[in-house]
């Protein structure tokens, strides 16, 4: 398997854009997490899917942020519009049920994210 | 919801010497505690796992200790070498109903100076 893969890899945008990212997690696992990494708040939880129903959003920062997963492989992570705090590094993970694994989190390498 | 302090936030050792990394957890329903590391500009790694029917555990040069009474557990790696270097995260786990919530750390940054 290729392992989690995100795109784009970086982004750099104006304020008020749209910005879309994308994220394919490894076939098979069945939870899947969008975190948001910045010097000042580290390794933040924003939303995470299980069986591609949203069971957490309380990390969302605001109305500006939504996620969907309309299927098991595929996971999208929008800002609109975009503002120049939400400049970070969003990291997609996935992983199996930990009745069925370690519980370990596999992460894709993450979508650099610059608003201007 | 679960709250995850870290410390120290920076670590500086000499090569050979041990690193130890502390954190503490507020949920006491938390069960399952990674540890993750991260190389500058990759993405995070699992390195090591404790469960909490477990006190320890180690795998090689690293090893971590987990005391659920007074909800903290440690990163102890012996025999630092420069590819230690990197920001080391620690992590909570806890099945609340069916569904998990992993949450970090702030993290430790650690350099190794040879």
């Known amino acids: 398997d290729a392992g989690v893969i995100q795109s784009p890899r970086h982004e750099v945008t104006e304020m008020g854009q749209e910005v879309t990212l994308r994220c394919k997690p490894i076939?098979?696992?069945?939870?899947l997490f969008w975190y948001r990494q910045t010097m000042m708040r580290g390794l933040e939880l924003l939303i995470y899917f299980n069986n591609n129903v949203p069971i957490d959003d309380s990390g969302m920062p605001e109305d500006r942020f939504s996620a969907k997963m309309p299927n098991a492989s595929f996971s999208t992570l929008k800002i609109q519009p975009s503002e120049p705090r939400d400049s970070a590094v969003y990291f997609c993970a996935s992983s199996l049920s930990r009745s069925l694994n370690t519980g370990e989190l596999f992460f894709g390498e993450g979508s650099r994210l610059t608003v201007l | 919801g679960e709250n995850v302090e870290q410390h120290p936030s920076t670590l500086s050792v000499q090569e050979g010497d041990s690193a130890v990394i502390k954190c503490t957890y507020s949920?006491?329903?938390?069960?399952?505690f990674p540890w993750y590391k991260q190389e500058l500009g990759k993405r995070p790694q699992l390195i090591i796992d404790i469960r909490s029917n477990v006190g320890e555990k180690k795998d090689q040069r690293i090893a971590v200790t987990l005391n659920k009474t007074a909800k903290h557990f440690s990163l102890h790696i012996t025999e630092t070498q420069p590819e230690d270097s990197a920001v080391y995260f620690c992590?909570?786990?806890?099945?609340?109903?069916?569904?998990?919530?992993?949450?970090f750390g702030p993290g430790t940054s650690l350099s190794v100076i040879p």
């Open positions: 076939s098979g696992h069945d939870y």
């Open positions: 949920d006491s329903a938390s069960n399952y």
């Open positions: 992590a909570a786990s806890g099945r609340k109903t069916s569904y998990d919530k992993v949450i």
